[in-house]
């Protein structure tokens, strides 16, 4: 399998030399090592990735002190400990009008101010909640795949002496722009969604209000930057308001659903697979009814 990755950065190299003479081979070389570095990242690397990003980015907004009123909010609604498993959140307020939150995959999650004044506390615990399933679900992880391999690219092009390269070298930072920005699939979103009602019920807290704040979202209006990078919440939040109802599944329950009958049917009627675990299960389910997933 490693061969195949060197293979590959081999072709890029390859590629960015053919025709050019103002080349700088080192950071073609770079660059092709990058591609493999994306095809392979290990956790740790997502990690160390990822508090790379979060610090380049709290370095170009202001970052509300502990003694700010939106830091003291937060800090009221989550506390300064809130982990899930391994995971330990850091939590800050970017001090902007812009309507907006991220999170990383080391747990850092930023909130803006602007969407702060928005939404009350129940409607933001959920918007933090449905951050911290970005997270939990590794939602984040493909992206930093994506936006690392964007930045093997970019080196690439950054390793041709010309102007298109000293443009290249001026966007240091491109991979956290890429984190900070990035699009989440509408089945990533309800994932997170989910994440987020599940959460709300988990600290008792109301779970209608997941509702409330994704049709406060919606106020905003299909133009906003905001809603551009989201699926309609509009249809999010009669999605979870169906949950709330009794009418529908989250995702999760769905799946467990699914590997519940396929493991009663393999008992059934394949008896030596029972010794098959539930992960086992769900693999071949997957197969068996998404083939094209493979």
Known sequence: MMKKYLFIAFCFCMLLLSGCENIDMQTATDAGIDVVKALTLSDKDVQEIASQS?????????LATPENKYAKRLNQLVGQNLQDGNVKFDYG???SPEVNAFAMANGTIRIYSGLMDMLNDGELRFVIGHEMGHVMKKHIRRKIQLAYAASAVRKGIASQ?????DAARSLF???AESLMNARFSQLEEKD???YGLAFLKREKFKPQDAVSALNKI????KAHSFLSSHPDPDKRAERLQAQLDGRALSIEENKQNIIGKVKAFLEKYIPP?????TGQLYLLTTVAFYPGWI
């Open 173 to 175: 930072g491109g991979l």
């Open 161 to 165: 002496n010309n102007i298109a390269g």
């Open 192 to 194: 997170a969604d989910d």
């Open 54 to 62: 979060a610090q380049y980015s709290d370095k170009k907004h202001t």
């Open 93 to 95: 307020i970017y001090i």
């Open 218 to 221: 919606a106020g905003l209006g």
């Open 273 to 277: 697979l029972k010794r098959y675990k």
